[in-house]
């Protein structure tokens, strides 16, 4: 079966650094995205990784790993605004998404 | 250039009503998709289509239904509402939702209470 296991909810503090962690089992493999979902709003797009490795893009980092079925969103210089659900979506071999629940991230001052 | 756009943003429903969703997009995108998401779950796909004319069942299909009549537009009806169909609903598109790297694009959801 296809399944996905992200953690429910981390506490980070402002300026600090944190790592959110996904794992997954899908039937095929297209490449894994992570979108940002704020409180009553829809998700929005963050990152793509299809190769094995780390993509860089400013504050924000997503790392691939195939063979292990893992990923982690890693987030540098927290802020307030980056409050909000993290969500691991691989795509399967019918380029459709499945989800993960969410990680909950609550940045404390 | 509005993106996605939803209708209505939100509704209260008695049990046993008829319901459209309406969804419309300005990207010309070919595929599009319409997704619940439920406290403590990920979203989950409901329908989908890939072009217009043509639609596939999702994951949780029993009990809506879809059409595609044109690129632009893809409702999304309820029949006969239940309670269980409580949810938010998001419609998105993609270019081809046949190719990997494809960014998925959000509506802003349209939250449903049936009672």
């Known amino acids: 079966g296809q399944n996905i296991d992200q953690p429910t909810e981390m506490t980070a503090t402002e300026g600090a650094i944190v790592q959110i962690n996904c794992t997954y089992q899908?039937?095929?493999?297209?490449?894994l995205f992570w979108y940002q979902q704020h409180a009553g709003e829809a998700p929005t797009f963050l990152s793509y990784?299809?190769l094995d490795g780390l993509e860089e893009k400013g504050r924000f980092s997503s790392f691939l790993s195939r063979s292990k079925g893992y990923s982690y969103l890693l987030l540098k210089e927290l802020q307030m605004k980056d409050s909000a659900s993290y969500l691991c979506?691989?795509?399967?071999?019918?380029?459709?998404?499945?989800w993960g629940a969410g990680t909950k991230l609550i940045i404390k001052p | 250039i509005a993106g996605i756009t939803q209708a209505p943003t939100s509704q209260i429903l008695a049990a046993g009503r008829r319901m459209t969703l309406r969804c419309t997009q300005d990207?010309?995108?070919?595929?599009m998709y319409w997704y619940r998401q439920d406290l403590g779950l990920g979203l989950r796909l409901i329908h989908y289509?890939?072009?217009?004319?043509?639609?596939g069942k999702g994951e949780v299909p029993d009990g809506y239904s879809v059409s595609r009549a044109n690129t632009d537009d893809f409702p999304l009806t309820l029949a006969s509402a239940v309670p269980s169909q409580t949810s938010v609903y998001f419609c998105?598109?993609?270019?081809?939702?046949?190719?990997?790297?494809?960014?998925?694009?959000f509506g802003p959801g349209t939250r449903l209470l049936v009672l």
């Open positions: 998105a598109s993609s270019p081809t939702g046949t190719s990997g790297q494809e960014t998925q694009y």
């Open positions: 990207m010309r995108h070919n595929a």
């Open positions: 289509s890939n072009t217009a004319g043509t639609t």
């Open positions: 899908t039937s095929g493999f297209n490449g």
């Open positions: 990784n299809v």
């Open positions: 979506a691989p795509m399967d071999s019918n380029y459709q998404l499945i």
